[in-house]
């Protein structure tokens, strides 16, 4: 049987914001599941080190313990679940993962950010970042015209090359195609240095 919710349902509720104080109340609204569903899980993410639950007057506010070494790879299955629920949900992106799935390796990044993320159906245009050394550009070229679609391809040779602002505008909206454990690591080692805050 499924499970109703799982704890990288309420990890995902960080993805965009690793300083996020959230409370119980507004967590099962924001999942949609009752108090007693999700407390269970969060006790274990509380075991497990990966929140920090602090008393706030009465109420209790979870926060992510990004210093912990471990929370970077429970964020990266976090964003491997959006991607995974994203391309069963979303033909357009599917169609996009499916075009660019011979250039994935540990050399070739992809990431899709902007405002696709809210309009995966209806979007005008789409941002992509590709991180690598590998010509890219004929394919999405070829993607574009095929799909009539207007991607707005952004290549940068190696990951500590994003500018600040790249990375922040990324980390609000984005979904990673592969390597996601890599770039998360780069998220927080940038957020450890107060840029993302």
């Keep these: 049987m499924k499970s109703k919710v799982t704890k990288y349902d309420i990890l995902k509720l960080y993805r965009n914001n690793y300083n996020r104080r959230i409370y119980l109340r507004e967590m099962a609204r924001e999942l949609k599941k009752p108090h007693q569903t999700i407390k269970p899980y969060l006790s274990q993410l509380i075991t497990e080190n990966v929140l920090i639950k602090h008393k706030r007057g009465k109420i209790d506010e979870y926060i992510l313990d990004i210093k912990n070494e471990v929370v970077p790879e429970y964020l990266a299955i976090a964003e491997k679940e959006v991607l995974i629920h994203s391309l069963k949900n979303a033909s357009l992106l599917r169609l996009i993962f499916e075009n660019l799935a011979e250039y994935f390796n540990k050399d070739n990044t992809f990431i899709i950010f902007g405002s696709f993320i809210d309009k995966k159906e209806k979007a005008e245009d789409i ?22 679609l207007n991607i707005h391809l952004i290549n940068i040779e190696k990951i500590k090359d994003i500018s600040n602002s ?6 609000k909206k984005h979904i990673i195609l592969n390597n996601s454990d890599s ?7 940038k957020y450890g240095k107060d840029i993302l805050v």
Excluded: W
């Excluded at 790249?166 to 980390?171: D, H, Q, S, T």
């Excluded at 770039?183 to 080692?189: A, E, K, P, Q, S």
């Design 183 to 189: 770039f998360i690591r780069r998220l927080r080692n």
């Design 127 to 148: 941002d992509l970042l590709h991180i690598g050394n590998e010509k890219v550009k004929n394919k999405i070229k070829e993607i574009s015209n095929t799909y009539n």
């Design 166 to 171: 790249l990375l922040l505008e990324i980390y």
